[in-house]
């Protein structure tokens, strides 16, 4: 072995104990693997960036756009309201129908979104038909997982194999190619949660942030929650108040009483209306202030500021939940407010909103809890006005729409643009398939022209890419550029061929898929891809064999990150709301592996012969 073949086995080595621990970002670890190629020489600096510049990243930027088109039209919505209405009280019907649905959609977009999507909707289906959430969401998890089996556009990882296949000169697979296999295990994987999967889950206990989610939940129930029912009350504005004509900042309510002013209403000439305050927001005598402020604090407050406290039971607090309202909101995986606390977010100069509460693995977080930096599965309960509420439905990258109160109308609303976007996709699709134009063109025809009908805007399209998966897919192309370059790859694949080359086409078929799902399960499956793959490949030349059937089995065993919660931020989405343990997924994952494995070995081999 060279040395620069040593070199780049350990850049490997560190790059897999960086993914491993955790410690360090994934895109950053990648960003440190271009850097190392360059700096040893391995890789002139062209070589060593080559990968910010490979198609696959604009064709996964593309796809970005596309999914949260989809999102932005309320398109993915409105399919999962409709599985919710199809389903109907049978477990076993919604169940199939969501893992079809999430598999679906999933296909052609963001897998992670779609489970995003998906949440609330299995909540609000949990809460009306008095089923415990955790009997669906795992299996709306592992449809979505699924989708990366059925379409070369499904998952990072697909395209990453894809482009390898290319780059050795090999046939590429079309759109479809590996379809059947991905149903096959979509099929399996049903009738699997069906018979097996849902006596192994059993009948959760719902955690205390779930008992009662979705529509059959009040504000009452979840201001008790969270602990601040208590500290909500009506304040009317008297003759003489220190705050009339101040704003919020002005009056420095929050920092002498930690009061927070959400909303007021106002009586004009034909119009009484409470809205949200804003930074803007000055008070007049008369204004009727909807305020969180500790009961403790309450006399002192009302006292020094001049206001009286009206009751909210009657037609006050009916006038209230007719405009304004709370709601719960989960910090999901991947959410960019990782970190971040309540007051860095700025929730009412974005949003409109005020968070009133922070919950922590079940629990509330009593101290400082706007300034506690947020994790992965916290919630916060916000208040603001319904409209604004809404609104955060258009960004589940970075902020679950969770749980909402029963006073507010659950129907997503249907976008004008909704018929457009749905055209566009199928358009994208039929091209995809036909191959006319090359895939890349197909895909930023499709993205560019649902920005130009105003399916969404320019900046919600930037908004849209998940930077990280792109920085990662670049930063580690130029890997197997490395190997090949130093005689590392040949290396590897002659070990390999003479360690399993008598095994015959099933057992380095075996092999190859549960390298790359054990890999999957504590590195990204993207990074696995770009590892695995060049290694793959390499293994068939020198079996003398076709590469598309070691290519699907990497394939598979990418997406077929069941096992646990920590592999994939699609199945570490649902750990919270599911109330799952990690010996959940291993008990129902590990069975799912294996029948991925099967039925991948019996489709694969008939699709693409060795």
Not at 127 to 146: D, N
Not at 266 to 289: C, M, N, S, Y
Request: hydrophobic letters at 50%; one cysteine or more.
């Amino acid at each position: 072995m060279t040395p620069e073949a040593q070199l780049v086995f350990a850049i490997i080595g560190g790059a897999t104990v960086l993914f491993v621990s955790g410690k360090v970002r994934l895109d950053i670890t990648a960003l440190l693997v271009v850097l190392a190629l360059m700096l040893s020489g391995v890789l002139t600096v062209k070589e060593a960036v080559s990968g910010f510049g490979d198609p696959i990243i604009l064709i996964l930027a593309g796809l970005f756009v596309v999914g949260e088109a989809l999102i932005q039209t309320g398109v993915a919505y409105r399919v999962g309201d409709w599985l919710a209405d199809l389903g109907g009280a049978s477990e076993a019907r919604l169940l199939a129908l969501l893992m079809l649905a999430t598999a679906g959609l999933g296909s052609a977009m963001s897998s992670t979104g779609v489970v995003a999507i998906f949440i609330p909707i299995v909540l609000r289906i949990a809460s009306a038909t008095g089923r415990s959430p955790s009997r669906l969401l795992m299996p709306v998890s592992y449809g979505a997982l699924i989708s990366g089996m059925l379409t070369l556009i499904a998952t990072p990882p697909n395209l990453v194999v894809n482009d390898v296949l290319h780059d050795s000169g090999a046939e590429t697979f079309s759109l479809f190619s590996f379809a059947p296999v991905g149903l096959g295990v979509l099929v399996a994987a049903i009738a699997y949660m069906l018979l097996v999967g849902r006596r192994i889950l059993g009948e959760q206990t719902p955690s205390s942030h779930d008992e009662q989610t979705g529509t059959g939940i009040s504000m009452r129930e979840l201001g008790e929650r969270y602990g601040v029912l208590d500290a909500i009350h009506a304040l009317l504005v008297e003759e003489g108040s220190p705050l009339i004509d101040r704003s919020p900042a002005e009056a420095e309510i929050s920092d002498e009483w930690h009061a927070y002013v959400l909303a007021r209403e106002r009586k004009e000439r034909f119009l009484t209306a409470i809205v949200p305050v804003t930074r803007d927001t000055r008070f007049k005598a008369g204004d009727l202030l909807l305020v969180k402020v500790a009961a403790s604090e309450l006399p002192r407050f009302a006292e020094e500021n001049r206001l009286r406290e009206v009751s909210l039971t009657g037609s006050v607090g009916k006038r209230a939940r007719e405009s304004f309202g709370v709601a719960e909101v989960l910090i999901p995986p991947e959410s960019k407010y990782i970190g971040e606390s309540v007051h860095d977010i700025e929730l009412r100069t974005r949003f409109g909103l005020t968070a009133l509460g922070l919950r922590r693995r079940g629990k509330n977080v009593e101290e400082e809890p706007m300034s506690e930096p947020f994790k992965s599965g916290d919630t916060i309960l916000v208040a603001g006005g319904w409209k604004q509420i809404k609104v955060l439905e258009s960004d589940p990258r970075n902020l679950v729409l969770l749980t909402v109160p029963k006073e507010i109308k659950q129907a997503v609303p249907m976008s004008s643009h909704a018929p457009v976007a749905f055209f566009i996709l199928a358009a994208m699709v039929v091209f995809l398939v036909l191959e006319p134009i090359p895939m890349l063109a197909t895909i930023l025809i499709a993205a560019l022209a649902l920005v130009a009908t105003g399916c969404l805007t320019m900046e919600r399209a930037y908004e849209s890419m998940s930077w990280s998966t792109l920085v990662l897919v670049a930063g580690l192309l130029p890997l197997a550029l490395a190997l090949d370059k130093t005689g590392g790859m040949e290396l590897v694949a002659s070990g390999l061929v003479s360690s399993i080359g008598g095994l015959g086409p099933y057992g380095i078929l075996t092999v190859v898929f549960f390298v790359t799902a054990g890999l999957g399960m504590f590195v990204s499956n993207t990074a696995t891809a770009v590892l695995v793959a060049p290694l793959a490949i390499r293994l068939a030349a020198e079996l003398g064999v076709e590469p598309q059937a070691l290519a699907v089995m990497v394939v598979m065993g990418a997406s077929a990150s069941f096992v646990t919660p920590v592999s994939s931020p699609v199945v570490a989405l649902v750990v919270s709301p599911g109330n799952y343990r990690f010996t959940d997924f291993v008990k129902v994952g590990a069975p799912l592996v294996f029948i991925t494995w099967i039925v991948s070995l019996a489709i694969t081999p008939l699709l693409f012969p060795m």
